[in-house]
């Protein structure tokens, strides 16, 4: 019999952050070049235990056009929990990510963080700005651990 309260079956989307701006690019070409999480978009702590199943993005306005490949991409701590390439993106495009499921678990008080990760081959490209969505779940406490 599995388990039966319903309270952990929710999964609802929700929206985590609005018109995420990342700034523009500092250097040209160089594969690592990533722009980090703003300081004013900061993602929800977690009350509970939550794994996060689904991510999306909404393009509010368009990345620079030399921007390819970009990754929009959800950590926790340093492990990859989502990827959406967003390189070509324009305003209103929608992306969705694949989820690894092993890093997308997060225990009560903790955040993801995020990054624009990816190539800009002129410094001054803008990273766009974007509106991020996560599915979420909560689940239960796990045995003896607390959280």
Do not use: L, R, S
């Given at each position: 019999m599995g388990y039966s309260d319903q309270k952990y079956y929710a999964r609802p989307l929700v929206k985590v952050a609005s018109a995420i701006a990342f700034g523009t690019s500092t250097g040209a070409g160089t594969a690592s070049n990533s722009l980090a999480q703003p300081a004013a978009s900061q993602l929800p702590e977690f009350i509970n235990r939550t794994k996060i199943t689904m991510v999306e993005a909404i393009a509010v306005t368009a990345i620079a056009a030399n921007a390819n490949p970009v990754n929009l991409t959800i950590l926790n701590g340093t492990n990859i929990v989502a990827q959406i390439p967003v390189g070509t993106?324009?305003?209103g495009q929608v992306g969705t990510?694949?989820?690894?499921s092993a890093n997308a678990v997060f225990t009560a008080g903790t955040q993801p963080t995020m990054a624009l990760i990816g190539t800009f081959t002129a410094s001054g490209g803008t990273s766009g700005t974007w509106d991020l969505y996560f599915e979420q779940q909560e689940l239960?406490?796990?045995p003896g651990s607390g959280s």
């Open positions: 993106f324009t305003a990510a694949t989820v690894t239960p406490v796990n």
